[in-house]
């Protein structure tokens, strides 16, 4: 049976499933040694950059490589799927540096969980939960981000839209080892989230910085966009994400009405050909900016949780820009096929640093093909989630 993204379109889910595959089998041959994990690659470049575990990127290929066994059912996709997540385990019981637990976590450790059903990797994941739950701060209400910018940005709390992600580990442990506490602290951080990092018109900025001893909030920054009122396009994608995410876990309105703000926002200032700049605002000559496939690929994953919580009309909207997303990031210019064995081209990572500008990189990949899991699995009459 095809799975096509639309009526009248040639390309089908599977198909763009069975790519990411074949992209993926080339990136394992050429790993150089175990516990590696494939990062980005530069513009221009055939060549991966890696990481180790423990990078806040680390547990993106071992969610890769979960996704492709799920989408193929090719036992060999599990095999590797458990010798890299093997590699993360250490980590969930290390002390943590910053708030990426969650992103190291929850794709490698979270689905492997959900697709074995192995009590050890629920209980890695409690420990990481901990670890992270000792970043919280109760007189703000939010885990500190950044510990090493306290002292470098006099930033004595500081709280990034990114954080919202780590919630789930928070969420799906609560859920499964009956930890109302975890629960407690996830849902108080997106609430506070939601009164301070939001803006009028809906967009997000990247940083707050809080008191930490009286919880006032001193200021709103940025670090990853053009400027501090600018909309980085990748904090806005998180926000849809994010907010999304808790709300399937709290049921509380307020945080779905939230993710469809932040959404709307994100979806009325589009360019025309539907993949955003790296930030909405930069500069005057914006088409010469590097656009962010990572923020499209994790946009389009969101909507498609975020159509299943709404009435039939803007269920339909939300699933149409999803599939439309899909479908432009599955074709030239920004599928990889051909220039590098990654799954897309075009993301931008730190353009402030100059760091991984007009690349490839783990994330978007991820995010990419987690949203093709979750077309099909709409597709084929399942719930998304």
Request: aromatic share 12%; charged share 20%.
């Amino acid at each position: 049976m095809v799975f096509a993204f639309a009526q009248g379109c040639s390309s089908s889910v599977q198909e763009q499933i069975s790519y990411c595959a074949l992209q993926a089998s080339v990136t394992l041959s050429g790993i150089p040694s175990e516990g590696m994990m494939p990062h980005s690659v530069d513009s221009g470049s055939d060549q991966w950059q890696y990481v180790v575990p423990g990078r806040w990127t680390s547990g993106f290929w071992p969610g890769e490589l979960w996704y492709l066994y799920e989408g193929t059912g090719d036992v060999c996709w599990k095999e590797e799927a458990l010798k890299a997540t093997a590699q993360m385990l250490p980590v969930a019981y290390e002390t943590p540096h910053s708030h990426d637990v969650g992103f190291m976590m929850t794709p490698s450790l979270g689905n492997a969980y959900r697709l074995t059903g192995n009590d050890s990797y629920l209980e890695a994941m409690e420990s990481a939960a901990d670890s992270l739950s000792t970043l919280y701060n109760p007189n703000v209400g939010t885990f500190l981000s950044w510990p090493g910018m306290v002292q470098k940005m006099d930033w004595p709390h500081n709280t990034i839209i990114d954080n919202m992600l780590n919630l789930e580990l928070l969420f799906q442990v609560a859920a499964c080892c009956d930890r109302p506490d975890l629960y407690d602290i996830a849902f108080r951080h997106a609430e506070t989230t939601m009164d301070h990092q939001f803006r009028e018109d809906g967009s997000t900025c990247h940083v707050v910085v809080y008191d930490p001893v009286t919880g006032e909030e001193l200021a709103k920054h940025t670090h990853q966009g053009w400027k501090d009122g600018s909309m980085w396009a990748r904090g806005q994608a998180w926000a849809v994400y994010g907010f999304t995410m808790a709300y399937r876990f709290t049921r509380d309105e307020r945080f779905l009405q939230t993710a469809v703000r932040a959404a709307e926002t994100y979806l009325n200032r589009l360019p025309a050909d539907g993949i955003p700049f790296w930030d909405f605002d930069a500069g005057e000559q914006l088409e010469d900016q590097p656009k962010d496939a990572s923020a499209a690929a994790i946009v389009a994953s969101a909507l498609l949780e975020l159509q299943g919580y709404l009435p039939a009309s803007e269920s339909k909207k939300y699933r149409s820009e999803a599939e439309k997303t899909l479908r432009i990031l599955s074709a030239a210019p920004y599928r990889a096929g051909g220039q590098c064995s990654a799954f897309l081209l075009h993301s931008t990572g730190h353009m402030p640093n100059g760091n991984e500008v007009d690349a490839s990189l783990s994330y978007a990949d991820y995010y990419y093909l987690e949203a093709l899991i979750r077309l099909k699995r709409l597709q084929k009459g399942n719930a998304v989630i």
